[in-house]
């Protein structure tokens, strides 16, 4: 049966696949010369954990009805979600090079089933979780036993909606369909996220009944680790909190408000791609 | 022929619903904490496995809708037309109608309108309508009575599209038996006429034929359209009231401006221009019951007969 599962992938050759993402990343944001590579470095750990080793899905058959969904909340991070779609085999790496252009289906928000494995439009923050529990939901009435895993940003829990749906998910009791993922990069689009509006992402899960499971989110084997954990059946629905760096990867973009949603000169991608490539 | 019913056109909600399950669409509805004025639950007591209610929480509700759609489902959404759109107009947008052409998501928005009543202005949404037909896959439907909003509930459920339905808190007049066929997207006549045609949706549709009375008694043949669907606009039947009777009334529980009197003038200008007379509430609201409430806004036969008159003083 082709239905590819998941692969279990070797923590090292995962990190060959991140570098390949974040080489996509910083390519197709400066080919557009817009986008948002910050918030995509720092989730490629995440993506690339989940996808390869933890996501039941088929290139082949992208609709699959009893696949898992990743659904990409935070919308803005196209760059990462298209890169890690592409290198997963969902399409071409070749359709990143249109990233953002007119004729695309590559648009700067992801526009539902536009290409394979786009499962949710987003753009406007704060609206994963919930879909994530209309869908689990008609799982449960199908009895298909998909999981939804929401990735979200620290600054997009300012939404109050993120916080209907997370207080909706223990009451539905969809703890083993519905799994969140914080990239807790600590910046959001006007500057510092403890500045611009302070949140405590793993207090405020827990309040909520959730799950919380912390983990460095640019080690590859805690992240792959954390990832199993949530997935573990539990009275309670996970959230993984990852520690992350804006910009991760990229000396200049590292930590760097200014790169949320900034493309790099033509001589800066030179150096982000020489940097990435030396894995710093 | 049985007797049309009359009762509140929110009543009819759960009996849409029901006969969509009936009819084998494989629906699920979703309220958000006031079940018992969308009548809801009353769906949910037959149906618990494919009712919810999420609590006081609108955005979740669209986005969950949105969830059930991209997974198959045929998903319903009530609550007060206030808050939905009002509360929630970007989760409608971005999670319903933007994804593939629009999600299959009805949003049926109950206590529509001034007649809310005694809630006062903060109920009483007159901006809906132009919040839902900005929307572009949007079918917008506002029924005149029970078994039309029951028609339209079934209707809207048997496309693939988004679509919304206003429904309306007060007991209103009957005016249809189970025969009637509506469509999406086709006025319904009610009255013959040839002077002036009063085209009107919802609670207003009874007005109309009230104000036709007393326009009849001073020998004026005032033609009625029922125009329940908003969009699309039967465009057919404006040209032809246009054509035949020369002169056009709008009347509406809504503003003026984005909703039944916007889209019937568009039709108007883009093919037979004629003299248009524009009835809605254009200020926010008060408590009353809701009948007060009509009469407060001048939302009566005898507003609608005099704008009969300017409009017909208005022909060339």
């Known amino acids: 049966m082709s239905t590819a599962l998941t692969a279990t992938v070797s923590v090292d050759e995962l990190k060959d696949i991140a570098k390949r993402v974040r080489g996509h990343i910083v390519r197709m944001v400066y080919a557009a010369q817009s986008g948002h590579p910050g918030g995509s470095l720092s989730a490629v750990e995440l993506g690339v954990s989940l996808f390869w080793n933890h996501l039941r899905c088929d290139t082949a058959n992208p609709a699959w009805p009893a696949r898992d969904r990743f659904l990409l909340s935070k919308g803005h991070a196209t760059p990462f979600y298209y890169s890690v779609l592409a290198e997963r085999g969902f399409f071409s790496t070749e359709l990143l090079a249109g990233f953002r252009q007119l004729g695309t289906p590559l648009q700067g928000h992801p526009s539902m089933n536009a290409a394979p494995g786009i499962e949710m439009s987003g753009g406007s923050l704060g609206q994963g979780l919930s879909f994530a529990i209309g869908h689990a939901l008609a799982g449960r009435m199908d009895s298909l036993d998909f999981r939804c895993f929401v990735l979200m940003g620290d600054g997009e829990l300012n939404e109050g909606q993120c916080w209907e749906a997370a207080m909706a998910v223990p009451h539905f009791g969809l703890g083993d369909r519905v799994i969140a993922m914080v990239d807790r990069n600590g910046i959001q689009n006007d500057g510092f996220a403890d500045s611009i509006m302070k949140t405590h992402p793993a207090d405020m899960f827990r309040g909520f009944g959730w799950k919380v499971i912390e983990c460095d989110g640019h080690d590859m084997a805690a992240v792959d680790q954390a990832l199993s954990e949530a997935e573990r059946p539990d009275d309670r629905p996970r959230c993984i909190v990852a520690q992350t760096v804006k910009g991760k990867g990229v000396s200049f973009m590292e930590n760097n408000p200014g790169f949320h949603g900034k493309a790099p000169t033509a001589e800066q991608l030179q150096q982000a791609l020489a940097e990435i490539e030396a894995g710093l | ?316």
Not at chain 2, 160 to 179: Q, S
């Open chain 2, 1 to 316: 022929m049985s007797e049309p019913v009359s009762a509140a056109t929110r009543e009819a909600y759960p009996a849409g619903l029901l006969q969509l399950v009936e009819d084998g669409v494989d629906v699920v509805a979703i309220d958000a904490d006031l079940s018992v004025s969308t009548m809801g639950y009353q769906f949910g007591e037959k149906h618990p496995n494919r009712w919810q209610t999420v609590g006081v929480a609108e955005q979740n509700m669209v986005g969950i809708a949105a969830g059930f759609a991209a997974a198959g489902k045929t998903a319903f959404i009530a609550s007060f037309a206030s808050f939905l759109p009002g509360r929630c107009f970007d989760q409608v947008r971005t999670s319903v109608a933007q994804p593939r052409g629009g999600l299959n998501v009805k949003l049926v928005a109950s206590h529509g309108g001034v007649t809310v009543g005694e809630d006062g202005m903060s109920a009483q949404a007159i901006e809906d309508l132009a919040l839902m037909t900005a929307l572009i896959p949007f079918d917008v439907i506002v029924p005149a009575d029970y078994e039309e909003a029951k028609q339209a509930v079934v209707a809207a459920g048997k496309t693939a599209k988004p679509a919304y339905v206003r429904t309306g808190r007060p007991k209103v007049p009957g005016l249809y038996t189970p025969e009637y066929g509506f469509e999406i997207g086709k006025a319904s006549m009610l009255r013959a006429g040839s002077d002036v045609t009063l085209i009107a949706c919802g609670v207003l549709v009874s007005v109309a034929l009230k104000a036709a009375e007393l326009l009849a008694n001073e020998s004026i043949g005032a033609r009625v359209l029922n125009m329940a669907t908003i969009k699309p606009i039967d465009r057919e039947a404006v040209i032809a009231a246009a054509r035949e009777t020369g002169a056009i009334v709008t009347a509406e529980e809504h503003q003026t401006h984005g909703g039944l009197g916007t889209a019937v003038a568009r039709v108007l200008v883009e093919t037979t221009p004629a003299p248009i007379e524009f009835v809605g509430v254009d200020r926010y609201g008060t408590s009353g019951k809701w009948d007060q409430l009509l009469d407060y806004f001048e939302l009566t036969p005898a507003r609608l007969a005099q704008a009969a008159k300017d409009a017909i003083a208005r022909k060339r």
